[in-house]
């Protein structure tokens, strides 16, 4: 069973840049591919970033070029590096795991809310 938890999340001006981490509990970290999500009020959750145990990266059209997933295998945290915020960015954003056999994501976490002002 692995726990995660959110922070980092706040209310910026548009344009500005946010980091929001993911702490994973346990010894498991390093064998879990970890992804963010988004929700937005009314809206359906949705695909942010994703990066493998190896590093490789994968992003939603709407932040490619804007966000950036990275993690620390060391520090059992995976962050997302958020510039250029535009108010459609606001949402819950939430990191979920995947191990390396699944295809879905088993764990996650309850999610940080970013809020942009428009």
């Known amino acids: 069973q692995m726990q995660l938890k959110e922070s980092g999340g706040g209310l910026v001006q548009p344009g500005d840049s946010l980091r929001v981490s993911c702490i994973a509990s346990?010894?498991?970290?390093?064998?879990?591919?970890m992804g963010w999500y988004r929700q937005a009020p009314g809206k359906q959750r949705e695909f942010v970033a994703s990066?493998?145990?190896?590093?490789?990266?994968n992003y939603a059209d709407l932040v490619k070029g804007r966000f950036t997933i990275s993690r620390d295998n060391d520090a059992n945290t995976v962050y997302l590096q958020m510039t250029s915020l535009k108010p459609e960015d606001a949402a819950v954003y939430s990191c979920?795991?995947?191990?390396?056999?699944?295809?879905?994501?088993?764990?996650w976490g309850q999610g940080t809310q970013v809020a942009v002002a428009s």
């Open positions: 979920a795991a995947r191990s390396r056999s699944s295809t879905r994501y088993a764990y």
């Open positions: 346990g010894n498991m970290f390093k064998s879990y591919a």
């Open positions: 990066i493998s145990t190896g590093g490789r990266t």
